[in-house]
């Protein structure tokens, strides 16, 4: 098989992880709320990994990986699952989740203008109508889907976009980031134990530093029912899900890739339909065709 077209799958499968990951997160967030629910799914995906690298690897960390991939991955864990996430779920708390998710939308053109630029990786004109067509799909499901976005004169709206806008570029800057330092056949396993264990360092440090970390945990301990949902959730998202996205940008273009990974909006919308038996309208069913036409033509290009 193609390296391209299995970095495109291994997207797909991302996408697939996210959506999960989202389902599962979002009934674990109403019972413990976002913060505690980032450093809990932080804490499990690095548990995860390391157990997974020394199964698979023998040792539980990379100890012999070049000292640049390390950075390069480092900042990429840092930017992309620390403060990242981070800024998107706080602009879900402002502007609530589907305004966010149309901020994350994007992401898919930041990461190859990213790419262009840092990694000379160009993209052919129809290429570049996929990835557009593909965002404007998204973007179609988000703002017509199910029900009226947030009044744009409600209080933190302006800081709500900005941070969901921060969330996208930190998603891009991550994932570019990440194929510096994924050069040539180093074992994209490795690659997300380096991402998730910097990202590790820098939110639950800002947690110790703050006092946070009994109270976290004190939080767990008072609604179990929450801890379920967050263990499934870490599973498919930041241990699989984050995986699968390496693999992504390791063996495609980053721009590919990036929007691959950015329809789980689309994706969420027949488990909505079908499982929690929410009315969808027929704009978000085209904005679905649109975006699925534009993958089409990425993954026959």
């Known amino acids: 098989m193609d390296a391209s077209l299995l970095g495109e799958l291994a997207s797909l499968a991302t996408a697939l992880c996210w959506t999960g990951s989202a389902t599962f997160f979002s009934i674990a967030s109403r019972r413990v709320g976002s913060v505690i629910l980032n450093r809990t799914r932080v804490l499990l995906a690095t548990v995860f990994l390391l157990l997974t690298h020394t199964a698979l690897l023998g040792t539980p960390l990379p100890l012999s990986a070049a000292p640049e991939r390390w950075l390069w991955l480092g900042l990429s864990g840092i930017i992309g ?3 990242g996430d981070a800024m998107l779920f706080q602009a879900y708390v402002l502007i609530g989740p589907r305004l966010g998710m149309l901020m994350m939308a994007a992401a898919p053109v930041m990461s190859a203008l990213l790419a262009l630029g840092l990694l000379g990786e160009h993209l052919r004109p129809l290429e570049w109508f996929g990835i557009l067509l593909t965002v404007a799909g998204i973007a ?3 703002t017509r889907g199910r029900g009226p976005l947030l009044d744009r004169h409600q209080p933190h709206y302006v800081r709500g976009l900005v941070l969901g806008l921060g969330a996208a570029a930190c998603q891009a800057g991550g994932l570019t980031l990440s194929k510096l330092g994924l050069g040539g056949d180093f074992p994209a396993l ?3 134990v380096i991402r ?3 990202a590790f360092v820098v939110l639950w440090g800002w ?4 006092g946070q970390a009994r109270p976290t945990f004190a939080r767990l301990s008072q609604d179990r029912s929450a801890l379920l949902p967050a263990f499934a959730g870490s599973i498919v998202g930041p241990f699989l899900g984050v995986w699968f ?3 992504g940008v390791q063996l495609a273009p980053v721009g590919i890739a990036s ?3 950015a329809l789980p909006p689309v994706f969420l919308l027949p488990i909505a339909r079908f499982i929690l038996k929410e009315p969808i309208n027929w704009q978000a069913w085209a904005g679905t065709g649109v975006s699925m ?3 089409t033509l990425l993954f026959l290009i």
Request: proline share 0%; no cysteine.
């Open 259 to 261: 929007t691959i990974m």
């Open 245 to 247: 996205s390496l693999i």
């Open 190 to 192: 490795s690659g997300v």
């Open 293 to 295: 036409v534009g993958i």
């Open 207 to 210: 947690t110790v530093a703050r």
């Open 140 to 142: 179609w499901v988000v």
């Open 81 to 83: 699952l620390a403060i």
């Open 196 to 198: 998730m264990l910097a």
